[in-house]
């Protein structure tokens, strides 16, 4: 019974360390991001975080005044070696209703309803 226990324990301090691993690589890559653009105006980084059973999706998508997309990167996974990937297939799309449409078959669902819930999300600022 005492060896549960310890095991208990330890696997809750991992989850902790790994967690602010994660934590810490997510700040640090979005700060790198924000100090590219923020002597350039016109600019807009926007985030969207899907949750499934097993991990998150979390997209990362900078944006011009004309809502054209410059920059954009994913990362899914629940381990502490998932990184940011490009997500090179939206780069040079206007971030809008029909880009989702644009991946239906090009990729996942995950990545469809991240980007849908983006575009949800940047049509509700716009309209009063």
Known sequence: MKGIAVLGTLII???MIFSFYQIRY???FIRDIVKRYENKPNYRLDTE????TLGSLVIVVVTDIDSTIV????YHGFTIFSKFRKFKEINGR????YLSSYLENRQTKLK???IEQ?????LETVTP
């Open 26 to 28: 997510y700040n640090r």
């Open 49 to 52: 975080i899907v949750k499934k």
């Open 13 to 15: 301090l991992f989850q």
């Open 118 to 122: 983006l575009v949800n999300k940047k």
């Open 71 to 74: 920059e954009s990167y994913y």
């Open 94 to 97: 206007t971030l809008n209703k």
């Open 112 to 114: 469809r309803k991240a």
